[in-house]
């Protein structure tokens, strides 16, 4: 069997049915990519840049054996793909939480949300200095709450309750990048260097060392920065063309 589409076909089945239903009458995402896209395209540029940093550093790499194999800036396609997929798809179920449950039953966790991260990613600063992943992911999510700070951010009780539904799709499509019979470890997996069937490996000296079956529970914050700074930009757009 040919194991070289396998990122690839992760990356499309995160996003084939978010793109299918773009098109539903009510929540028309397609109405607002007009937003969507230059903040996907922001938010691409960071990551990419911090992921070809740290591929660089030896803090994580690809598996070839699951890589079509073209490059751009060091890093796989697939991985490029990634940033563009998986952030589509989480927008995608936000504005689609946004446009099917009435009124805004999540307006009290906004702030509370943003206290209890922020809080989380200065405690993991100081904690694991020598611990780069955890270390970096901890500084730019403190950082990005602080430069939100001052707006109060209306969308953030809504964002809040999306991570949260998010985090499903969002272990299971990183499951298999990280451990790709993911199902296999334990729910709470403190022996991370028995995790091997790797898309995406990572250097364990530079994370919690804990992890979410095949998970770095560092990805869970991760990832709150990754659709968080999506949502942020893409709010500021809709905002600015009257989308919503």
């Known amino acids: 069997m040919d ?11 995160s996003i ?49 054996t699951y890589l079509l194999g073209p490059r751009i800036f060091g890093l796989p396609v ?14 995608f179920l936000y504005e689609t939480f946004r446009t099917w449950i009435p009124g805004y039953p999540f307006k009290k966790w906004g702030q509370p949300t943003l206290v209890a991260v922020f809080l989380l990613s200065i405690f993991l600063v100081i904690r694991y200095p020598d611990r780069y992943y955890t270390f970096y992911t901890a500084l730019f ?11 109060k951010p209306q969308w953030m009780g809504w964002f809040a ?7 499903i799709p969002f272990l299971i499509s990183n499951g298999i990048l990280t451990g790709i019979e993911f199902w296999n470890y334990p729910v709470l997996n403190a ?12 250097n364990n000296d530079h994370n919690l060392r804990f992890r979410i079956l095949s998970v770095p529970i560092d990805d869970t914050l991760y990832g709150f920065l990754l659709i968080g700074m999506n949502v942020a930009i893409y709010e500021v757009l809709i905002k600015r063309y009257q989308l919503r």
């Not at 194991?3 to 089945?13: F, H, T």
């Open 161 to 167: 309750f999306s991570y949260l539904i998010i985090l």
């Open 78 to 91: 697939e991985e490029w793909l990634f940033f563009i997929c998986v952030p589509y798809a989480c927008v």
């Open 141 to 151: 999510t403190a950082l990005g709450i602080a430069a939100l700070w001052r707006s």
């Open 191 to 202: 022996a991370p260097d028995g995790v091997t069937d790797q898309i995406v490996w990572y």
């Open 16 to 64: 084939a049915v978010p793109v299918a239903l773009s098109f539903d009458q009510k929540v028309a995402f397609y109405k607002k990519w007009k937003a969507f896209w230059p903040a996907n395209l922001i938010t691409l540029a960071f990551f990419v840049t911090w992921d070809a940093f740290f591929e660089h550093a030896g803090i994580w790499g690809f598996n070839d």
């Open 3 to 13: 194991n070289s589409y396998l990122y690839l076909l992760v990356n499309l089945g």
